[in-house]
């Protein structure tokens, strides 16, 4: 079992079977629930047929200063209670859960955002709520999470300085100590259970508002993420919707996590932490229990480590079990100014592969002329 460790929240293993969280609303009543935040900004749109999202604002994580939105997809289930508590009159025994993190890349915003931006508005197909989407179709009955980078430079480029040492652009500067895997593991922590708590009964959401509402509003750090640009905006009210959870399932929570493009910068920090974060009990506890990672079309603006080619860092990591998928286009690994990319990514697959790990590599669109769009829609054919 997970214990306490320094986390002033409760374990994750008893926090997992206990987030039996339902669609907030039926997809006819799409939009975005915000747990708190800042002004409309913070505000998606409701569209026909895309699902309600939880959207909670400013989760702590490792250390106070480092906070992230994470946007929730929960998943459906075969039977649920409303907030009067009522079952059904024979209630299934659920399934263990299952997770999948997402780590977006540059551009990907609020759909909202995205939309009312003057260059940006190009790619509203993969605003975070539009991918939060295509991944519970691509992951049915499972929980769609996905992180929010902290900051994002001139309204483009992804930066995750709480995850791992970053320039101004977001480019990576990775080590074995910055903490990633900490952060990972206290921001899930901390979002399930605000999840869990506030999500009992409709006055426990909306007392949940007041007080978000009111820490938030007073905040006036430009790290706080999403929130740039913004700390004028009256916060916006709370809509009050029906909310429904699952009976929860006893144990056997596991992980998928994603990068995409910038994303993936996440997902290499955490194998340069992986030997110093497994002597930690509850973060080895959480790595055992991530099943799958994927990276899709990984890329940044720096020189190298676009993936990560090292035999001491990727040896630990075989050693995990983890299985791995790599889903690439010729936007990124055959992109003639920025040549290393293709030759990390074939390096990483082969070496993975020598170490006797679980690795599958496909490239898509081949025939096709190398463009963002494609790099895009890597989300719909992996």
Not at 94 to 103: D, E, G, W
Not at 257 to 272: E, H, P, R, T, Y
Not at 333 to 347: A, C, L, T
């Amino acid at each position: 079992m997970w214990g306490f460790g320094l986390l002033r929240s409760p374990p994750l293993l008893l926090l997992l079977p206990q987030l039996g969280l339902g669609l907030a609303a039926s997809r006819s009543q799409a939009g975005t629930m915000d747990l708190g935040g800042c002004g409309s900004a913070r505000s998606s749109p409701a569209a026909e047929g895309r699902p309600r999202c939880l959207q909670l604002s400013a989760v702590p994580g490792s250390d106070p200063q480092r906070s992230n939105e994470l946007l929730l997809l929960a998943a459906e289930g075969p039977e649920r209670r409303d907030l009067s508590g009522d079952r059904a009159p024979e209630e299934p025994q659920p399934s263990p859960q299952h997770h999948v993190v997402y780590f977006p890349g540059d551009v990907q915003n609020y759909h909202e955002i995205m939309t009312h931006h003057p260059e940006n508005y190009q790619w509203e197909n993969w605003s975070l709520e539009n991918v939060a989407t295509i991944l519970a179709h691509r992951f049915p009955n499972s929980y769609i999470w996905v992180i929010k980078c902290s900051r994002m430079h001139l309204h483009k480029f992804s930066c995750y300085d709480n995850f791992v040492k970053s320039n101004m652009f977001g480019a990576p500067e990775h080590s074995t100590d910055f903490g990633a895997f900490k952060h990972l593991y206290t921001l899930l922590v901390n979002a399930f259970n605000l999840c869990r708590n506030s999500l009992l009964s409709k006055k426990n959401v909306k007392d949940l508002n007041k007080d978000s509402k009111a820490s938030n509003c007073r905040s006036s750090s430009s790290h706080t993420n999403g929130c740039q640009g913004e700390k004028e905006s009256p916060c916006e009210n709370f809509d009050e919707v029906a909310v429904s959870f699952y009976p929860p399932s006893l144990n056997g929570a596991s992980f998928t996590l994603i990068g995409f493009s910038k994303g993936c910068v996440v997902l290499n920090q955490l194998l340069f932490e992986l030997k110093e974060a497994k002597k930690d009990k509850n973060i080895e506890a959480f790595i055992n229990s991530v099943r799958t990672m994927y990276w899709l079309d990984g890329g940044h603006s720096g020189g190298s480590n676009t993936w990560i080619t090292y035999p001491e860092v990727l040896k630990e990591f075989a050693q995990t079990g983890i299985i791995v998928h790599t889903h690439v286009t010729p936007y990124q690994v055959r992109d003639p100014m920025r040549s290393w990319i293709g030759k990390e990514h074939k390096k990483f697959v082969q070496i993975l592969g020598d170490f006797g790990m679980q690795v599958t590599s496909q490239i898509h669109f081949v025939k096709e002329a190398p463009s963002i769009e494609n790099h895009f829609r890597v989300h719909e054919v992996f």
